[in-house]
Structures are given as C-alpha cells and as structure tokens.
C-alpha cells in the first residue's frame, strides 16, 4: 500500500517540478514573475485561485476536527466559501482596477504613505507564515503516515521542493500548475468519497452514532499521550503504559471511567466494545456530536460565541489573504474579476461537499480514528480502512497524491507573496532578490512548522485567517468604499487589530487562555479583533482628515468605473 | 367631461427645457472634477456601495441565523431527515447554493449599474459634433476619440 502511495506523491511532486520549469523560459521580466502579466482567462483563473485557497486545512483539517468535534466543524468550509463571495460584493472589481501588485502597493498607493506600505508588508509575512505552517504541518503527518518517516522529513521535503520550484518558476508557471492541481485535489476527495459512500452501502442511513461501538476486532495505537473515558466497562489487551502501569499484551477489564495511556500504548477491543471518547476533543464528541457549534480552540466554554468567531473570521478574512489577492491581478479587467470570483465559489462549493462525506463515513464506520486526539489524518487512513485490498490501497495513493497536491499549491502561492513583499517592498530588490527571498522564506515556515506539530490544521488555518480579517480586511474595504480614510488611520487600525488579533492567539497556544470567556475571546478573537480594528480605523481617520489624500476622488471614480469609461475620463494608458 | 370634451393641454416647448434634458453632466465633468461630476460620481459609488451591502447583509443573515435558531430551538439540532442531521444537510450542502445565487444576482447587478451609468455619462449616439454647442465644461470632449497623447 505504502508503494502506490509514495508514488503517487513522488508523481505529484515531478509534475509541479515540471510544471514549474517550463516557466523559467517564460518568465523574463519582474512583472511575469509576479502576475503572469496578467493575461489568464477567467476559467482558468478560477481554478488557479482554487487550486492555492484548498489548503491542507480544507484537505485533511476539516473532515479531522468534523470526525473529533462534531458537525460544528463544517462552518469552516461554509466560511471559507463564504469569504470568496465577500470579497466578490466588496473588493474583487474595485482591487482589480486600482492595479497594484500587492496589498502593500494597494495601502501605498491609495493612501499615498511610504510608511503604511511598511506596516502592511510587515502583516503579510506575519500572516503568510501564519498560514504556510499548516501546510507545512500536512506534508509532515502525510509522510509520516505514508512512509512511516519522522515527522520533520515531510516538512523539509515541502519546504525545499516548493522554494525551490518559486525560486526558478516564479508565478507563469505556477498559475497552469494551480489550475492543475485544483482538479487533482477535486479527483483526489471527490472519487475516494463516492466510492467509499457506495461501498458502505448507500441504503443505511447516515444517522450520528450517540454511542459509537467497535463493530469488529480493532487494535487502535495512540501515537501520543492521550486521556479517554468509557462509557461501559470493557475487556481490552493491552501493551504499554495505561493509567501508570506498564503492561505487555496482557487482558485488563477497563471500568467506565476515565483513563490515561502513554505515548506508543496499543489496546485491542472486542466486536462490540464501547468506542472510547479522548479527553483532547471532548465535550462535544461526548454527547452532541451533531452540534451545529464549535469548540475548537476555546477549550469547550461558550460555543455559540466561538461559533460567530470562527463565522466573522472565515467571512472576512479571505479578502486579507495576501496570496490570494495577488491573484486578481492576473484578471484582464474588473469585470473579468467578478467572473473569475463567482467561478472560485462555485468551484469550492464542490469541493466542499466531500470532506462532509468522509467525515460522516469515518465517524459511523472507523471509530477508532476519533481516539487519537490529532485527527488530522483521517481523511488518508479511511480508505485502507473501509476497503481491505488493492481498491483501497488505489484510493489511499490518490487521497495522498491530492493532498500532496494541496500542500504544494497552497504553500507555493503563500511563499509566492511573502517572498514578494520581502524583496518588492522591504528590499526593493528585483528577480535575484525575489529567488533568495523564496528560499529563505521556505526555510523559515520549515523551521517554526516544527514547532507546531499539537495544534489541528483547521484550526491554525482558521487563525491565519483571524489575524487577516482584523487587519487587512478593513484596509481593503474602507480603503475601497470610504474615501475619508486617511493613512493614520489605517495604520492605526492594521496595529491595533492585527496586533490584538495576534496577540491572543500566540497566548491560545501557548497554554495561556483557560476557560470561559478568556478561552473564547483568545481562542477565536475575530469576534472582536474584526469589529475593533474597522472602528479603530474610522475613529483615527475621522481626527485626521487632513491628511486625506488630495486625489481620493479621482483614486475612488478609477477603482470603481468600468476600464472603458475611466479610461476615457482619465485618460489611463 | 364628455360635454366639454377632451381636456386641452398646453405643451410649452422652450429652448431651455430641451437643454436641461441633454444637459446631463458628462465625462467632462468626472475628468475636471466639477460640482456636477463629484455628485455624479457619488451618486453612482452609493449605488454600488447599496447593492454590495444589501447582498452582504442577506449572506450573514442566512449564515448567522442558523446558530441562533439551533441555540433557542434544541429541536433543530436534533432533527434529522432520512436520518441525515439536519446540520449536516444545512452546514454540508444547502448552503453552497444560496451562497452561489447571491453572487451572481450580484455580478448581474453590478454590470447593470455600470452599463446604465456608462451610457448616462458617455452615450454612445453622443458624437462629439453635437455637443460641441454647449458650454466647453460639462461637454463630452472631443479628443476623447483621439488617443490621449495626440
């Protein structure tokens, strides 16, 4: 099994290498280098921004936390859809008119400010490593469960294939590979899904289990520390450490409480034993598994409030995305930028229909995935699980070449805008400077995704998310719509909200938050980082209408006319 | 009525009247940025403005409805049809669609405005020869045919 699936990969991998080389004779000027001298039809375009947006989270994230959590997990890829269909209503056109290069070209030539572009170009590396980590995180655990590798070795491979493949291609390749890969990552979810669901015979209903048991013999391995409870007594065997004392293979009867296994312990259950319930993801996996809440990141306290965080964040944060922005500048004009975007919504609805599946499937037929409390990789394992055999093993090498797929594209795109802003903005250098700043990029987001190993991928991606809704985002619209806005302002608002955001967040994960309220509003800060950092910046521009830009009328009327017209009334070559 | 007859109306057909109906502000006044052409220009940002917000506040109320009405009514969360949950089929499925008719109700909409303002500010039967008789500042100018360096 383990063959089919490193070829897979290996396949995946040589054909983005491949992809990516033949830019290197197309690629000539900085500006090819950067928007493909934008000249990518919508369709194609489409499916290039899918192809970056479908991350590791939406890949393997999503179905995990859904499979550990409960059906709450599903309002990431609601938000994550969601937030292409803001960023249609608000920003699309407009931005693609203003032509810019990059959210800091954007803050630097709306607001006319050398030192805004600094702060901006400071949040998007922030937030483009912020979000590289995850994908980082998923090229790790893949190979560790493809190839039984350390969990380093994924991240490494990532790192050096993607830097180096930006380092030589720069984005003209990389616009046909995302393309490519959005269909890939399509296949790769999509046919495992379908065929697993008719597998697993399409008349039983797909009702939530309330108390899971073990329908066969099943050995489950905890790769980490983890606490359980049982909700019936049971008769396992088991080898290791469990509840601080050490045993080898021996028949134990478990009572119905709770239970500590050490890291590497095996405990084999009977047909009909009682799934057990990790301690990492209750409470919700307890009792309400088809909860519509979320309790991912606030240790459980207060979901209907964690819920909203994760809806704000996910809404508003996909226009503050620094590697998706850069994509509408390949748009040929305004009106192609809407197109393209509506095409991206409907092309990540389809997408999301599937990790849905397969999570309903993991969770009533492969119990024990939702024991280890990292369930990350479930969407890789299920396959070999629900079918024994050759199909299984097809299915497993195709689920792995996709998410493969996911993390290269992604990651690339991210390394993409942070090298950019590193050499564009900070260095003002050109495509040497670009190439270096790839590489040097890549090897920071391998070092820190090192780091981060315990935290769920959705969720990591939901805090970079975070973190550019509560900054760029409000940049973006007001420096769209409102044209009082002055760049004290706007670099107030990035400052405070960003830094909020961000603060709350490194306390979350770094075992600062406990519980209650302080878990929710520092676990899912959008809930009030977002409306804080808008109000921040309205405030500050309202004191400081004087250094309102003196062009902001003509600025606003080319953001927003049609090409034609603006073209005739200003005279823009 | 009928024995008096047909109520006769006076037409006042004055020169001036004629003017104001063409005289629309134009391209001229976006480019020189006069009174008429700010106003014109807001006008047409706060149309476009409305239409994004009114879509945006639909997406949220849809989205943000569903957590306060399976908050309030413990039954939705519980229901399941053919026994699929409810959340799953709304939080797995229904949304995507309603997500997508937003989007392109807007994309209609917003072509719409910018082709209806285009053709208010730069009629395309507005030749340069007819609208040279008014006043040089709220005129569509001439060398807009010509390329801008000529």
């Known amino acids: ?573 | 009525m009928t024995a008096q007859g047909p109520r006769r109306q006076v037409v006042v057909w004055r020169h001036d009247q004629v003017r104001v109906q063409h005289d629309v502000p134009g391209l001229g006044d976006l480019r020189e940025d006069t009174k008429h052409g700010r106003l014109l220009g807001e006008s047409y940002l706060r149309a476009q403005l409305g239409l994004s917000l009114m879509c945006l506040t639909l997406a949220l109320l849809v989205a943000a409805s569903y957590p306060v009405l399976a908050a309030l009514v413990p039954a939705v969360r519980r229901a399941s049809v053919a026994g699929v949950p409810v959340t799953l089929i709304v939080l797995g499925f229904a949304f995507y669609p309603v997500l997508l008719g937003i989007g392109w109700f807007y994309n209609r909409q917003a072509r719409q405005l910018e082709a209806r303002f285009t053709e208010l500010v730069a009629p395309p039967d507005r030749s340069p020869g007819r609208s040279s008789d008014r006043s040089p500042g709220r005129s569509l100018d001439r060398s807009l045919d010509r390329p801008p360096d000529a």
């Not at chain 1, 009572?255 to 050490?262: D, L, W």
């Open chain 1, 1 to 573: 099994m383990p063959d089919a699936a490193v070829g897979a990969i290996a396949f995946v991998t040589l054909l983005t290498i491949m992809m990516g080389a033949r830019g290197i004779r197309v690629a000539r000027t900085t500006d090819d280098f950067m928007v493909a001298a934008r000249q990518v039809p919508p369709a194609l375009n489409a499916a290039a921004i899918s192809g970056e947006y479908l991350s590791a989270a939406s890949f393997l994230g999503i179905a995990g936390l859904v499979v550990a959590q409960g059906l709450g997990g599903l309002w990431y890829s609601v938000g994550y859809t969601a937030g292409y269909l803001v960023l249609l209503l608000l920003v699309a056109a407009p931005l693609r008119r203003f032509g810019a290069y990059t959210i800091p070209d954007f803050a630097a030539g709306r607001l006319g400010s050398a030192g805004l572009r600094q702060a901006a170009t400071v949040l998007v590396l922030v937030i483009g490593w912020f979000y590289l980590l995850p994908q980082m995180k998923g090229a790790g655990i893949t190979l560790q469960w493809v190839l039984g590798t350390p969990y380093w070795v994924g991240v490494v491979t990532l790192g050096v294939v993607v830097s180096c493949n930006i380092a030589m291609g720069g984005m003209k390749g990389i616009t046909i590979v995302q393309c490519f890969q959005y269909w890939l990552k399509l296949c790769a979810i999509g046919i495992p899904a379908l065929v697993l669901l008719f597998a697993a015979g399409h008349s039983r209903a797909l009702a939530p289990d309330h108390s899971p048991e073990f329908t066969s013999a099943t050995t489950v391995s905890l790769p980490q520390a983890t606490d359980f409870t049982l909700r019936r007594p049971a008769a396992v065997t088991v080898s290791g450490l469990l509840d601080q004392r050490q045993y080898r293979g021996q028949r134990v009867v478990l009572c119905a409480c709770r239970h500590s296994a050490g890291a590497g312990t095996r405990i084999s259950f009977g047909t009909g034993a009682p799934v057990p319930v990790s301690l990492a993801m209750a409470p919700s996996s307890v009792s309400s598994w088809d909860s519509p809440f979320l309790t991912s990141g606030t240790n459980g306290a207060h979901p209907v409030a964690a819920t909203y965080g994760v809806i704000i964040a996910t809404f508003f944060g996909a226009i503050g995305l620094p590697h998706i922005l850069v994509r509408f500048y390949t748009n040929p004009d305004g009106e192609a930028a809407r197109r393209t975007t509506l095409i991206v919504v409907a092309l990540l609805s389809a997408f999301y229909l599937f990790p849905a599946i397969l999570a309903m499937l993991a969770r009533l037929y492969a119990p024990a995935l939702y024991l280890s409390s990292d369930s990350d990789d479930v969407v890789l394992a299920l396959p070999s699980l629900l079918l024994p055999g050759l199909p299984g093993s097809i299915l497993a090498a195709l689920v792995a070449a996709g998410a493969f797929a996911a993390f290269l594209s992604t990651s690339s795109g991210l390394l993409v805008s942070v090298a950019g802003a590193l050499s564009h903005d900070l260095l003002h250098g050109g495509v040497a400077a670009f190439r270096w700043c790839a590489v040097l990029a890549g090897a920071v987001g391998v070092a820190v995704a090192l780091l981060i190993e315990r935290f769920s991928l959705a969720l990591l991606v939901g805090w970079a998310f975070a973190i550019a809704a509560s900054s760029f985002c409000p940049l973006m619209v007001l420096g769209i719509w409102w044209r009082r806005l002055t760049r004290l302002g706007a670099a107030a608002g990035l400052v405070v909200g960003g830094g909020c955001c961000l603060t709350a967040i490194l306390s979350t994960m770094l075992g600062a938050a406990g519980g209650g309220w302080g878990a929710v509003l520092l676990g899912q800060p959008a809930i009030w980082t977002v409306p804080l950092a808008f109000t921040v910046m309205v405030v500050v521009s309202l004191f400081t209408q004087r250094t309102v830009p003196g062009n902001v009328g003509q600025v606003m009327m080319r953001m927003h006319l049609p090409e034609a017209l603006s073209r005739q009334a200003y005279r823009v070559p």
